[in-house]
Structure formats: C-alpha cells, structure tokens
C-alpha cells in the first residue's frame, strides 16, 4: 500500500492543523501510525490506532492534544493536532502496519511495514 501525507505547513504556536493520509489500497488489514521527526533527531512514535478505530495509543508528548482517527471506507487516516509547541516542529509520516489482530496498536517504528512520504510541519514562536 502507498501512503500519502499531506496538511503540512507553517503554523503558528497555539495553532491546530489537521495531517491527513490517503492510502492507495484498503487499510483495513492495517494498524496505523504516526510518526515525526524533527531536525537532528531521530524518528520518534506520536501516535497509533487499531485496525477497527476503536483503540489508539499516544507519545506523553502529544497525549491530550492530538487526536489519531481513520476511516476505513475512504481509507485515509488523520492527525488532529491541537495546541501546538515549536518542539512539535517536524516531518510527519504515516505508516501502516499488517497485522491479523483487530485491536492491536503498535509504538515501535520496526513493526511497520509501510511509510508515506512525509510531509514538514513548522511552528512558529
């Protein structure tokens, strides 16, 4: 499956944009997840949600201002992110994870199988 990202951008801090991930095929056999990256640092986890939606996971960081959804019909997954910090600065990628278990999150970048592109998210002070 190829993962597209897209919603990135200059925002201000306090400000609450929505990341958005298209996928070529279904995602209903998938776990999908939120990464990020900023500059100089490693890949680190944001956020996770089950193949049914129904059981999601967050970094401490982000936990209480990002919301993780998807949609299974339109196969897209987003990332609400509410109240952002400059050290929310960073290229976001979606990634999707095959896995036979329904309610299954994943928080580690090695269980995924497939990664968008990315896409730079930068917030102004």
């Known amino acids: 499956v190829q993962l597209q990202a897209s919603g990135g951008g200059l925002v201000q801090a306090g400000g609450s944009p929505r990341l958005s991930c298209a996928a070529s095929g279904s995602i209903l056999g998938y776990g999908m997840g939120w990464f990020r990256q900023a500059p100089g640092k490693e890949r680190e986890f944001v956020a996770a949600?089950?193949?049914?939606?129904?059981?999601?996971d967050y970094a401490d960081s982000v936990k209480g201002r990002f919301t993780i959804s998807r949609d299974n019909a339109e196969n897209t997954v987003d990332l609400q992110m509410n109240s952002l910090k400059p050290e929310d600065t960073a290229v976001y990628y979606c990634?999707?994870?095959?896995?036979?278990?329904?309610?299954?999150?994943?928080?580690?970048?090695?269980?995924?199988?497939?990664w968008g592109q990315g896409t730079l998210v930068t917030v102004s002070s």
């Open positions: 949600v089950s193949r049914s939606g129904g059981v999601t």
């Open positions: 990634a999707a994870e095959f896995n036979t278990r329904w309610r299954l999150v994943s928080s580690t970048e090695g269980s995924y199988d497939y």
